[in-house]
């Protein structure tokens, strides 16, 4: 089999579980693991080392997502990967509060690696208080971790890609940041033949819980099982709902809510000025006057609840219209969030979080990755400096640094080496010259610069290697 670079590179896996079409694929190219006396130099389980071929696809794609936040106006930001466990301890049943990578330090304090990104921003917005300018457009690519099963595009850690709006009220932010979303989309290849957002609102099933007759206290707990009906079914959930206390009729009258399908459907139900079905209706109507984005890309769902118990309102997730994928990326509005932190004001704010794993398995799918391994990749030196004589080899170093003060990037062979092997190591790195020196040539005051590409060479002197070897790289 081929061996093609993916950021699944060497993710370890779960011993007798299935990786998965790609996770194995890369398996059989991926060094078996080599265990010296005790030492395993596999990764922890669920974890991945990036070798270089694997760390350019990496930095591809958080190009991609660097270059939409900044099409944007959103600025980027950064956080500890370890932060205090209370940060992440709510009350809502969620199950990231059971997935915590999570530890005592030596200084007797609790803490845990960041499963999410929302709350150390909240915790940074809290930390600055009134400095803080209003709306704030901010975006981060954090590591994340949890504790979880891994599964096909899940494993205990990923890269996130986050974009957050602060300090708006109205779906104008919602807008934006779906706006962002698929114009990430679009700049990685896929159309909306490919991918779609679903759309819903907490307060549409904030009003449908209340119609059921279920207790404003329990509506958090009661989201956070409705999230789970995509994997469960409601037969399978029953006892979960009981022990909140829910009588079966109850669960049952929401279960029924829940198969509407369309939004008129739920403004006939609950009324056309439900907040939710209104906001749900000038989200839609913003994508499309303002954006250009039909329901071709967004539609309306209202299955969509989002895990979190802090959103408050808009919800949404990206996912693959042949549906063999989990969630691409999802998010919403949590405008509640700095007050449950002991704020003396809430500050609205919407957000999302866009994984590294499930939208490698689909480009990889579709054949949208970038060749970024074997003789398509890209160099990784313009120039390399090689020379033949080691009485040579300070004014080779002095022509390596000319030409990196003038932006070049450039290799040095750093030890004795013939010829051949220089030229061998110029191919690896493909770069497009070699600068060679040589006795016989330095004597007369030259160097010798290789168009490795044309396979010609010239012979000049010191003084205009610099404007040769950029009028090589021109051709």
Known sequence: MKRTTRLLCTSAAQPGRSQGRISAAISANAPSPVVHGEFNTSPPKGTRDFYPEEFRLKSWLHGKWRETSNQFGFEEYDAPVVESEQLYIRKGGEEITQQLYNFVDKGGRRLSLRPEMTPSLARMVLAKGKAVHYPLKWFSIPQCWRYERMTRGRRRE???????????????????????????????????????????????????????????????STCVLVDKLDKQTAASLAPEFAALGLRPDTVDKLMSSLQLETIDQFAALLGPDCEGVSEVRHLLHLLKEGY?????????????????????????????KKGQLRAICGGGRYNNLLSTMGAAQSVPAVGFGFGDAVITELLESLDLLPKLDGPTAPPTADVVVYTMDESLRSRALAL??????DSLRVDVVLDERKPKWALQKADRSRAPVLVMLAGDEHTRGEVVVKNLKLRTQVTVPYKDFLSTVKNTLSL
Request: with cysteine; glycine share 10%.
């Open 158 to 220: 990923h890269y996130q890609w986050n974009m957050d709006i602060w300090g708006v009220q109205g779906v104008g932010a919602e807008a934006e940041l779906l706006a962002a979303v698929v114009a990430c989309f679009q700049s990685l290849g896929l159309s909306h033949e490919h991918v779609g957002i679903k759309i819903s609102n907490r307060k549409i099933l904030n009003a449908l819980m209340l119609q059921a007759g279920i207790e404003e206290s329990l509506w958090v």
């Open 292 to 320: 250009g984005i039909s329901q071709d890309w967004v539609q309306f769902d209202c299955s969509v609840v989002r895990g979190l118990a802090y959103y408050t309102g808009t919800v949404f997730e990206g996912f693959d």
């Open 400 to 405: 390596a640094s000319q030409m990196r003060r």
